[in-house]
């Protein structure tokens, strides 16, 4: 089995970025699910729906905020995915 570097740093900043969620402001964690979404686009939705059950509460709001952010923000980066991979610079 053969381990590549850059597989096992993108997986450290996915698990960076969970518990991110725990231990720092939640903008820290917006920005760093950002920036990891350019490489793993379902982050920032993974991370919006941890956030939500984690810090649920019944009082605060109705909608799932950190999730449709979430999902807004894989959204766009499927998109910006695609057009960076068809583009004619290699």
Do not use: N
């Not at 964690?29 to 984690?54: H, M, N, Q, R």
């Not at 999902?71 to 057009?83: D, E, H, I, K, Q």
């Amino acid at each position: 089995m053969r381990f590549d570097p850059k597989t096992i740093s993108r997986g450290a900043l996915v698990v960076f970025t969970f518990v991110s969620t725990i231990f720092f402001p939640w903008l820290f964690t917006a920005i760093l699910a950002i920036v990891v979404s350019f490489t793993e686009p379902l982050v920032p939705l993974a991370v919006g729906i941890f956030v939500d059950v984690l810090y649920f509460s019944p009082q605060t709001s109705v909608w799932p905020v950190f999730t449709i952010g979430g999902a807004l923000c894989t959204v766009v980066m499927l998109f910006v995915r695609s057009r960076l991979r068809t583009s004619i610079i290699g």
